[in-house]
């Protein structure tokens, strides 16, 4: 064997992909930390209940418009999809890691080898959940007055 192959390059690519996307989650993160709270963020349920609410056209006060235009454009931004980048380059990371270690010193793939699968499928999940809350940008109402 010479060189690296496919596998080492691949662990090296998951690698740097994962660095790359973790300074992205830094960057998300700390803008959300700086941004002052909303009112309706400090209870418990509110997220879940405005966001039934914009689904179902039900009508909202203007804090509540207010918070759901700040859900949808936060799950909406490009940076907030680097968080479930960042767990599938991990689970990719650990899987072609573990198949460089089977082709360098020999041996066969394991369950514990494909056991990085399971944040590749959770990072799906979160991917999905981010898209769906971002898709209701249109539905959310500009004024308390238009929805009735």
Same mark, same amino acid.
């Given at each position: 064997?010479?060189?690296?192959?496919?596998?080492?390059?691949?662990?090296?690519?998951?690698?740097?992909?994962?660095?790359?996307?973790?300074?992205?989650?830094?960057?998300?993160?700390?803008?959300?930390?700086?941004?002052?709270?909303?009112?309706?963020?400090?209870?418990?349920?509110?997220?879940?209940?405005?966001?039934?609410? /914009?689904?179902? $056209?039900? &009508?909202?006060?203007?804090?509540? %418009?207010?918070?759901?235009?700040? +859900?949808? *454009?936060?799950?909406?931004?490009?940076?907030?999809?680097?968080?479930?980048?960042?767990?599938?380059?991990?689970?990719?990371?650990?899987?072609?890691?573990?198949?460089?270690?089977?082709? /360098?010193?020999? $041996?066969? &793939?394991?369950?514990?080898?494909? %056991?990085?699968?399971?944040?590749? +499928?959770? *990072?799906?999940?979160?991917?999905?959940?981010?898209?769906?809350?971002?898709?209701?940008?249109?539905?959310?109402?500009?004024?308390?007055?238009?929805?009735?």
């Amino acid at each position: 064997m010479t060189g690296i192959e496919l596998w080492g390059g691949l662990t090296i690519l998951a690698g740097l992909m994962a660095l790359i996307c973790l300074a992205c989650v830094f960057v998300y993160i700390r803008g959300l930390e700086r941004r002052p709270p909303a009112a309706l963020g400090e209870q418990v349920g509110a997220h879940k209940a405005v966001l039934v609410k /914009v689904r179902e $056209g039900q &009508p909202m006060s203007q804090d509540e %418009i207010d918070y759901a235009k700040e +859900l949808v *454009s936060d799950a909406g931004s490009p940076l907030a999809y680097a968080i479930p980048a960042l767990l599938f380059t991990m689970g990719f990371f650990y899987v072609v890691g573990c198949m460089y270690e089977l082709q /360098v010193h020999g $041996g066969h &793939p394991s369950f514990r080898t494909f %056991i990085g699968g399971i944040p590749m +499928l959770t *990072s799906l999940n979160i991917f999905g959940q981010l898209h769906r809350v971002a898709r209701l940008k249109k539905r959310v109402p500009t004024s308390p007055t238009l929805v009735a």
